[in-house]
């Protein structure tokens, strides 16, 4: 039942995970150099079972609506999983594995499982959410915050390519519109049909790609600190608009690759 905080290594890259702080990367360091901004609600930390912002905190189930807590008034945001101390199942030189049991206030039992693997030149993190009775609607993604500069060198660049845009209405939530991509800032959910592939560039330094499988990215870079690449299984408000369902035969299963090289 420890959390205590978990110190990965590969190479001359070094990872802090912290259970105690749901779930969260605390650092990324690559050469010495962190990624991540530091602080307790930074790093990266697990969006489940929803990402970014529900509807006035409701989400229907079949005839069932649920009141999420309006931590983002009015609106509920980025799953409740990030609020509990997460249980450490194993862990290697390079690899652990940490587990959550949901609980209220989300309405449904279920257990979140994620690991994460690092390699000298790549962290990937792979989230599951299992249930064993009922099923429901769920959601996962990350939300790392990367340091906008390393080391007082020049603002990191962001470079992707999206099939579409989420329109965003006033309410921050996507209006179900599809519109072309954009130029920043962001704080906007794209789709990219063929998996999330951005690439994060410090001139000079480092580059840094963030991959997944799925296909909805969210990039937020309106604050000074720090730039968001949010790779998630589907939009804000997705329980909503577009659910996926865990059920006890199928859990959900999501991951991400952070690869990186020096410049």
């Known amino acids: 039942m420890s959390h205590e905080d978990i110190t ?5 890259a070094e990872v802090t995970l912290q259970p105690g702080n749901g779930g969260r990367v605390g650092g990324l360091r690559v050469g010495g150099v962190q990624l991540l901004r530091q602080g ?3 790093g990266c930390f697990p969006m489940v079972p929803w990402c970014g912002r529900i509807r006035d ?3 229907r189930d079949g005839a069932d609506v649920h009141q999420m807590p309006l931590n983002s008034p009015p609106h509920a945001i980025h799953g409740t999983a990030r609020d ?3 249980n450490i199942a194993r862990t290697a030189t ?3 594995v940490l587990t959550y049991d949901l609980v209220e206030p989300w309405p449904y039992s279920g257990r979140i499982t994620q690991i994460a693997a690092l390699t000298p030149d790549a962290l990937t993190l792979t989230m599951s959410v299992e249930t064993y009775d009922s099923s429901f609607p769920a959601q996962i993604g990350w939300h790392p915050w990367f ?3 390393l080391d007082g060198g020049e603002p990191v660049r962001l470079d992707f390519t999206a099939a579409w845009q989420e329109e965003r209405g006033d309410d921050h939530l996507p209006t179900g519109n599809r519109v072309e991509p954009k130029p920043g800032p ?3 959910c794209f789709g990219m049909p063929d998996g999330v592939d951005v690439t994060l560039t410090w001139p000079g330094q480092l580059e840094l790609k963030v991959t997944s499988r799925e296909e909805w990215v969210v990039v937020y870079d309106e604050q000074e600190a720090a730039v968001c690449v949010e790779p998630q299984t589907g939009p804000p408000n997705g329980l909503n608009t577009l659910p996926r369902l865990v059920t006890p035969l199928e859990p959900l299963e999501a ?3 952070w690869s990186w090289r020096r410049l």
Do not use: V
């Open 40 to 42: 307790e609600r930074f």
């Open 147 to 149: 340091n906008r500069t």
């Open 8 to 12: 990965l290594t590969a190479g001359d």
């Open 186 to 188: 962001w704080d906007d």
């Open 255 to 257: 991951s991400t690759t």
């Open 57 to 59: 905190g409701r989400f």
């Open 84 to 86: 509990g101390a997460w």
């Open 94 to 96: 390079d690899e652990a």
